[in-house]
């Protein structure tokens, strides 16, 4: 079964609205977890990584103030889409390792496309 | 730069097997992984390699030669619903998960 669970699904919003994105881990603990956007027929893209208790750690190219990450707990991190516009439309991945050995895979969420109109 | 290849696209027929490759060149290496993704969803765990060899999983096989910065999946038996992207990623030195673009795998009956 699902090890991490991401809500919602899918979501339509109009340009200028905020959408927020939840990941959560089932039945264990993630300190880190990594949030991916992924464009049509494109690999995907780390977005952020986020850490329980501090701030996310955001790659390069990637706008801090637009893309709000909260990692409230143990088991919840949250992705904010502030002030949506329509180049945001995508594919919303999150991500966590089961376990805290390099040998640990991530484990995805089912993704939330988001389509912003 | 940390780079790692894929073929873009690769065409098989059902009930055979197939070879996807993988090279990399990274900043150090904790570790080779295999993800399989269907077109619109997230990606699934495959498989994962760490030491030089081979490591089986019922139809599917993932291979691991460091010295050569390579790897290969092998899938047996193709099945259609084996159709999807293939996404082989290798974690740095600092732990970091390097993505390869994925090979978009294609089952004709």
């Known amino acids: 079964g699902a090890v991490v669970s991401q809500h919602p699904s899918w979501v339509i919003c109009k340009s200028g609205t905020s959408v927020k994105i939840e990941c959560r881990s089932l039945d264990f603990q993630a300190t880190t977890m990594f949030w991916y956007r992924q464009f049509p027929k494109q690999s995907l893209m780390l977005m952020a990584t986020s850490n329980e208790g501090s701030k996310a750690t955001y790659e390069q190219g990637v706008e801090k103030d637009k893309f709000l990450i909260n990692h409230a707990s143990l088991t919840l991190s949250t992705l904010t889409v502030t002030s949506a516009h329509p180049e945001d439309s995508s594919f919303y991945i999150c991500s966590a390792p089961l376990g805290q050995g390099g040998s640990s895979p991530l484990h995805f969420g089912n993704g939330t496309r988001l389509t912003v109109t | 730069g940390q780079n790692i290849d894929q073929p873009t696209e690769m065409t098989a027929t059902e009930g055979a097997i197939v070879q996807i490759n993988c090279t990399y060149q990274?900043?150090?290496?904790?570790?080779l992984f295999w993800y399989q993704q269907h077109a619109g969803e997230a990606p699934t765990f495959l498989s994962y390699n760490v030491l030089d060899g081979l490591e089986e999983k019922g139809r599917f096989s993932s291979f691991l030669s460091r010295s050569k910065g390579y790897s290969y999946l092998l899938l047996k038996e193709l099945q259609m619903k084996d159709s999807a992207s293939y996404l082989c990623a290798v974690r740095d030195s600092n732990y970091q998960l390097i993505w390869g673009a994925g090979t978009k795998l294609i089952i004709k009956p």
């Open positions: 990274t900043s150090g290496f904790n570790g």
